[in-house]
């Protein structure tokens, strides 16, 4: 139960330091070169961000937002199929953002509306097939 305890106070901190608004935490997504797709739970901004920050960790599998939560969807310990979910309260701000994100209130993070955009694994990237996202190495 540690293990879940600290994934999840981990992805909260990680969510939390995007800033303490909505304007913030564009500002956040912005700076680290995401860039995602309004209403999609898999690939907005927020779940591209939190999906590069967390991929080193071999007991995640995915990630998705919702308009109050992350979820996380975990690896059993031998890697072979989905051990669970953990759900994540979304920080205030980040919810604020996911609002006005999937209301496309941000064009500088949505995919394909900014020049130079970069994109998790290539997808959607503008700067070749494996683009990633820019993250600062004191968030990670």
């Known amino acids: 139960m540690g293990d879940l305890r600290t994934i999840k106070k981990r992805t909260g901190a990680l969510l939390e330091d995007l800033g303490r608004d909505p304007d913030e935490v564009a500002a956040s997504l912005r700076a680290a070169g995401v860039q995602g797709d309004p209403r999609s739970n898999s690939s907005c901004a ?3 961000y939190a999906a590069a920050l967390l991929r080193t960790d071999p007991r995640i599998r995915s990630v998705s937002v919702g308009p109050c939560t992350l979820l996380l969807t975990l690896a059993r310990p031998d890697g ?3 051990g669970g979910t953990l759900t994540v309260q979304l920080p205030k701000a980040v919810r604020g953002f996911v609002a006005g994100f999937d209301a496309q209130q941000y064009p500088e993070v949505i995919r394909g509306s900014a020049p130079g955009a970069i994109a998790v694994d290539g997808v959607g990237a ?3 097939p494996d ?3 820019a993250v600062p190495a004191a968030s990670v």
């Open 46 to 48: 927020i779940a591209l």
């Open 80 to 82: 072979s199929r989905p």
């Open 126 to 128: 503008t700067d070749g």
């Open 131 to 133: 683009a990633s996202i």
